[in-house]
């Protein structure tokens, strides 16, 4: 079997989130492996803000760009330390793109062994016509990859 010496998850702050991180910073500890998080600030909402900046010179988009990568990564720490992550000193990181591509970008620049994260994501109407963040990256992944799914609840009277 393959060392795991660094292990990625990608977060994009869905309900799932907290479980994705958890499971993978049981894991980072367990084999004692480099801890990375990622976030990726979608290309989508950079064009976006370029129509605007249109319309309100003011607002600049890499203004947009520090402010979102700055609050993202308070979040990050934030839930690190709700999951209770913060000793295991995780890198964390904000990349600016398309989600699967910088996901991809991340595994590699990190020299990541495996990748943990969600099955659903934030998802929208995007994701159901064009193919969702996770499918894509499952297919094109070069490490191993391990997928959360969401956590079941099983009714009380299923369970005894």
Known sequence: MQDVNTILAAVDFSLYSPQVLRFAANLARALQAQFV????????DVDAMEMVQRTYPG???????????????????????EEGAESLHAKKRVNVGVP???ILKAVD?????????GTQGRGNLADALFGSTAEKVFRRCPVPLVSVRPERHIPDEAAG
């Open 37 to 44: 998080v990622v976030n990726v600030l979608n290309r989508r």
């Open 59 to 81: 607002l600049t988009v890499p203004h947009f760009i520090q402010n979102a990568t700055a609050e993202r990564l308070r979040l990050l720490e934030k839930l690190l330390l």
């Open 100 to 102: 699967f591509k910088e």
């Open 109 to 117: 620049e990190e020299k990541a062994d495996l990748l943990v994260m």
